[in-house]
Nanobody
Framework: QVQLVESGGGLVQAGGSLRLSCVAS????????MGWYRRAPGKQRELVAG???????NYADSVKGRFTISRDNAKNTVYLQMNSLKPEDTVVYYC???????????????????WGQGTLVTVSS
């Protein structure tokens, strides 16, 4: 089993910053892509930022220039640095990882899709 645990959410004023962390634990041989998603009420889930095992990143247009995703492969951890936060960034953020639990899964490109429980970010105006 693999678990993702997020932390770092909270209440911040508009223009402020927060840093989210997500740690993967359990039976892990390799973690492929990792990312952060969010879903506002009544809307579809949105990819906020993603990062490959090689460090390539991509961002939603709404957060480009404000958010930065990074990862520490040795610690099985992904981060999301959020700057210049806006009230419309208020939502639950979910961590996602594609995990190979064995060598055979890794060489066969069989990855589990794992989700965290979410962490709430609230930006006040």
């Amino acid at each position: 089993q693999v678990q993702l645990v997020e932390s770092g959410g909270g209440l911040v004023q508009a223009g402020g910053s927060l840093r989210l962390s997500c740690v993967a634990s359990g039976t892990i041989f390799n973690i492929n892509a990792m990312g952060w998603y969010r879903r506002a009420p009544g809307k579809q889930r949105e990819l906020v930022a993603g990062i490959t095992s090689g460090g390539n990143t991509n961002y939603a247009d709404s957060v480009k220039g404000r958010f930065t995703i990074s990862r520490d492969n040795a610690k099985n951890t992904v981060y999301l640095q959020m700057n210049s936060l806006k009230p419309e960034d208020t939502v639950v953020y979910y961590c996602n990882a594609r995990v190979a639990t064995t060598y055979m899964d890794y060489v066969s490109a069989r990855y589990l899709e794992v989700w965290g429980q979410g962490t709430l970010v609230t930006v006040s105006s």
